[in-house]
């Protein structure tokens, strides 16, 4: 089997873990299986890089940089021994994570002179973190005599646009992929950097949340990998969240288009996009436990035959605001809806959820906590006619999803649902659901949230699963 094995952040977070990853490697090797490894950056490493950057860019401490790249390069000294052991290449690994270290501090000086950070800096910066994990990990793996290379994104040939933080990669990079790594399987594991490619000018670009993952997935696509295994701390992805339902249980089998809905409804253990390169080429995609490997995990795919469960999952996304809009001069006034939805697209914001009353006199949508202001903004600075008569929002809120292909074209999912939150006095703020009948999602008071999750889950059974 040809399999990319991406392993995430705690997976890799120092060096005794990044050894037992490299033994959990070769030993599916052993099995014959011809593997492509895709790594994070140790652990902290990132947030920790970036939040020096901004401290930089503000008070521009140059003694405060030299003690941060201290710190790191203590880190990943001890790391790389850790996991390499005695090995002849070990000082071939430091003095490279030396001379990466040097370009962090060099690029971190210069923002405390400029004091200017652009998303350019950032996702320059950002790339560190997975760069100096490879070549540990890679020299972890050839330590057990098994040939490994590590290469950046850039270096494979995932080319992307120039959109900064959130790069999207041209088409291009499935063929060059496929060119520099095919040549080098089975005999050789090469290690990849996560999370980074390069544009068309070969500047540094990062691909945004799920990066490491999107990662793997484009690489799995490149080389019409039989599995795209995401290594993660948890038993694959989960009935619900185990903190809220201890009897919460890993799914089997999930679909491409259940994963994508529980990760948007507050699923956190994959982004939507990071699977859609898998999705377009249809690839299953495994969710395994690295400190649990014998578990065979939640697999992804395009369908499945059979359909045993209605509901598969409950979801909750906290850190969340309603905004809405009403007013009588809304009723039978054309494109309120089109000018509310383009103002808060012109201000960046993301709307999670969207409800609309019959009567046309009221709109209410569902925002990220951070976009609260803005959408607010926009919105009054929009209707400042008079059409609408008033912006409200409410910030203690949470929204609550039950996610399962089985739910479309079955009666009464709805009413199942509400009848339980009736009759257990949880009352519902705002009610969505899309006509594909995959998930039905709604509103409710912060503090209502965990007791509907708890109720739900209960009520579809999922502790059975």
């Known amino acids: 089997m040809k399999i990319i094995m991406k392993f995430g952040g705690t997976?890799?977070?120092?060096?005794?873990?990044?050894?037992?990853?490299?033994?959990?490697?070769?030993?599916?090797?052993?099995?014959?299986?011809?593997?492509?490894?895709?790594?994070?950056?140790?652990?902290?490493?990132?947030?920790?890089?970036?939040?020096?950057?901004?401290?930089a860019s503000k008070d521009g401490e140059v003694s405060r940089v030299k003690e941060f790249i201290a710190d790191l390069t203590k880190q990943h000294h001890t790391a790389t021994r850790e996991a390499v052991g005695n090995n002849s290449n070990v000082e071939d690994i430091i003095a490279r994570l030396d001379a990466r270290i040097e370009e962090i501090e060099k690029a971190l000086t210069g923002i405390c002179y400029l004091g200017e950070l652009t998303l350019r800096s950032i996702d320059?910066?950002?790339?560190?973190g997975e760069r100096m994990a490879a070549p540990i990990l890679s020299g972890a793996i050839g330590s057990?005599?098994?040939?490994?290379?590590?290469?950046?994104?850039?270096?494979?040939?995932?080319?992307?646009?120039?959109?900064?933080?959130?790069?999207?990669?041209l088409e291009s990079s499935y063929k060059n992929i496929k060119k520099h790594l095919s040549p080098l399987l089975p005999g050789t594991i090469p290690v990849v950097a996560g999370f980074i490619g390069e544009d068309e000018h070969g500047i540094i670009t990062t691909l945004g949340r799920g990066g490491s993952d999107f990662t793997a997935s484009i690489i799995g696509a490149s080389l019409n990998?039989?599995?795209?295994?995401?290594?993660?701390?948890?038993?694959?992805?989960?009935?619900?969240?185990?903190?809220l339902v201890p009897e919460a249980r890993p799914l089997e089998v999930i679909s491409y288009i259940e994963a994508m809905e529980m990760s948007f409804f507050g699923a956190k253990v994959l982004h939507p996009k990071a699977i859609e390169p898998a999705i377009r080429h249809d690839i299953p995609v495994r969710v395994k436990n690295t400190f649990e490997p014998e578990y065979p995990g939640t697999l992804i795919v395009k369908e499945q035959k059979t359909v045993r469960n209605v509901v598969k999952a409950v979801t909750v996304i906290d850190k969340v605001a309603l905004v809405n809009i009403s007013g009588a001069g809304?009723?039978?006034?054309?494109?309120?809806?089109a000018r509310a939805f383009s103002a808060l697209a012109n201000a960046g914001v993301?709307?999670?959820?969207?409800?609309?009353?019959?009567?046309?006199?009221?709109?209410?949508?569902?925002?990220?906590?951070?976009?609260?202001?803005?959408?607010?903004?926009?919105l009054k600075q929009e209707f400042r006619n008079g059409v609408v008569g008033e912006i409200d929002h409410d910030v203690h809120i949470s929204v609550v999803a039950i996610v399962g292909v089985g739910m479309a074209g079955t009666p009464g999912v709805a009413g199942k649902v509400f009848d339980a939150l009736g009759q257990n006095k949880v009352n519902v703020i705002m009610i969505s659901q899309g006509s594909s009948q995959h998930n039905i999602s709604f509103v409710v008071k912060e503090g209502d949230a965990a007791k509907a999750v708890q109720l739900l889950h209960k009520v579809f059974s999922l502790e059975k699963l």
């Open 11 to 55: 997976s890799v977070a120092d060096g005794k873990k990044l050894r037992h990853v490299a033994e959990l490697v070769k030993g599916y090797q052993d099995k014959d299986y011809q593997i492509v490894v895709v790594t994070s950056a140790l652990g902290g490493v990132t947030d920790a890089i970036l939040e020096e950057a901004h401290k």
């Open 124 to 128: 320059y910066l950002s790339s560190y």
């Open 144 to 169: 057990l005599g098994v040939e490994s290379s590590h290469f950046t994104g850039g270096e494979i040939g995932i080319i992307t646009d120039d959109n900064f933080g959130s790069a999207y990669p």
């Open 225 to 243: 990998a039989d599995e795209i295994w995401l290594w993660k701390e948890v038993p694959g992805i989960m009935t619900t969240d185990p903190k």
């Open 330 to 337: 809304m009723v039978g006034t054309i494109g309120v809806a």
């Open 350 to 378: 993301n709307i999670i959820m969207i409800s609309q009353g019959s009567s046309e006199a009221n709109l209410s949508v569902v925002v990220d906590d951070e976009h609260l202001k803005p959408a607010v903004k926009a």
